[in-house]
């Protein structure tokens, strides 16, 4: 009982709290009904008065949109009319100015007053052609490209001058005024700021200005100016050179510079196969002398004449390629060539016609046999070859013409060596002046000039073989397999052997024309023994062994044969103190000695010395201009004479063969000894 009254207690207490909770929820509803009547009525309250607001505003949007429209119209048509009169402006404004020019400093605001011409011009032609502005501005923007033409003529003129000799042979490197610390300059023909203005004035004018006539102004003013360059360099060179030679360098150029070289011709070369003192061949021979490959200072210089043109052939070499690098600042790439090439064509024209007329030179003595000229066209002709590609590199791009001259030059010089050299080979072969032969037999003139000759090939290996190649001779052509300059040595050391071969002939011929036939001896010996030195001395051997592995063992075995052929001129001697292997079959003693046999002993002293003192007579005037020869000469005549002279005179000089022995027994083997050191000594 008392479970369930506690039961039904506590659902009444939760009724009883379930009802409270209803109640507050009814309240709440009919609070939240008010709340959301009062919105609603805000709500319509606001949109009533926004409607009203839209019907006000509205019209009035409307309307300041179409006056903001208007205005923007105003601004619009203000600032075309502004730019309208800016053009008519700058016409009526800009006329004095640009009539003034750009002189003063002013190029760059000039530029920019010719720009506002540039445009009132279009806009005018654009807009109204028909327009009296049009005109004016048509014939003050042609005012200002005329003025800013001029401008660049007479700032272009103002500022070329001829590159002065000295500076063009600063650049080379070479000039012999200058100390030798003195540094290769570059050239700089321009201002900076000139060149900044040129190079401003031309792009206007191939741009805007839609000109090219300041190229021609370009190329004219530059033109003369390197050809006087030109002509002032040959006139330095040529006062120099009359006093004395234009410098202490042959001109050969790497990397745009001259130094020195040993690629100059000796000037003893001046008396090739022209006539020689005996006493200068002779001295050829001297061990002291220098061989001909030492280089300039020892050898002397190349002719004023022909190292004057070298420098000139360098120095155009360089203002080519400065003129290239000015050009690049000023003309537009696409028009460089052209203008280059007009630009070089009479200073290379010039040149050319120097060389060729070198060439014709040697060729007209070539034709009269004189083959010294020869030796000019090799230096020539070397240096041409040396900067052939850089002369190419710089003519690239300029017309055929332009870029032939130097090839077309250089064969010449190669036809014309070729043929000197195929001519030489036949004069040497066939030289006739078997009447000029040394009396004394020393060295022939013949020999001495044609080493002389061949020792300058040295210098001008790679120059000879292209001659040699012009001649098409089948000895010269050599397989273009292997080293290219080993072919070139062989091509030349081929046509060396051939001279060689020519000389050997030549003299053997000559030798046999002597009367004394020991005196032709002597001549094949000295100079088969000169040929030998010279090859030796100047380094020629070392070419000639690739044609003739074996050439120096061949000299030297003709020399020793000449030597062995000299020696029997002792044999009228040897006859009378030996007679075969035997001593003469006489009794020695006095008392038993027959009058018979005395005579003979008498005939053979008085027979001994008839011929000793006829051969020392004779051989004492032989000439034998090597120191060395001519002592193996005396000591192998004393090797063969004394010891069978000693003992002839020893066994005979203790009989009494004669009451005079002074008459026959004239001479002591040292006397002998003597006397045969006195061979070969004319002042003996």
Known sequence: MNDTAQKMREISEKLDKDADDLMFIKDSLEKSSQLTHNMVTILTSFENRLRQLEETILPVHKETVTLQKLQENIENTQAALDHVLNYHDAVRDLDAVIRDGPSGGKLEQYISHMGQIQDALEFFSENNPSSPELSKATQLFKTGKELLQNEFRNLFTRHCNPVPAIKILDMLGTDDELPDSASVTSLNQLPEQALEELSEISKWLIGPGKTHDF?????????QTLKKSMEGLKDHLSKKSSGSAAGSYSPLITSGRLHKSKDAPNKRTSTLLRPMARKGAANKLDPERRPSSQGVESQGHVDPAIESY????????KLMQCEAQLMSHIIPEEHQRKTFDKIIEKPLEMVSQDGEAIATTAKRAVIKHDYTAILS??????????????FEETLSGTA??????????????????????DEFYD?????????????D??????????????????????????????QKDPAFAIS????????????????VA????????NLDQKSKSYSDQYLGVIFLLNNLNYILKSLQRSGLLSLVVHSKPDIERDYEEKIRIQKTEYSRSWSRVLQHVIDGSKPMAVNLDPSKMKDKERQQIKDRFKGFNQDFEDLFKTHKGYAVPDPQVREDLRRESKQMILQQYTMFRDRYVVTSFTKNPEKYIKYTPEQVSSQIDHFFDISA
């Not at 190229?215 to 033109?223: E, G, K, S, T, W």
């Not at 000039?449 to 061949?454: K, Q, V």
Request: hydrophobic content about 40%.
């Open 310 to 317: 070298l420098y000139c052939i360098s120095g155009l070499l």
């Open 427 to 439: 004069v040497v072969k066939n030289d006739p002046e078997k009447s000029n032969l040394p009396k």
């Open 377 to 390: 066209i090799f230096p020539v002709l070397k240096h041409l070859i040396n900067v052939k590609p850089e």
């Open 400 to 421: 055929p013409g332009t870029r032939g001259k130097l090839p077309t030059l250089i064969a010449s010089l190669e036809t014309t060596g070729a043929k000197a050299l």
């Open 215 to 223: 190229m021609d102004v370009y190329y004219q003013i530059r033109a």
């Open 498 to 505: 051939k001279i060689l071969g020519a000389v050997g002939l």
């Open 441 to 470: 037999g020393t060295v022939h003139e013949l020999t001495s000039n044609t080493l002389i000759f061949l020792e300058n090939l040295l210098d001008y290996v790679e120059t000879t073989s292209a001659m040699l190649m012009a």
């Open 480 to 495: 273009n397999k292997g080293n290219d300059m080993e072919n070139k040595k062989k091509r030349v050391a081929n046509y």
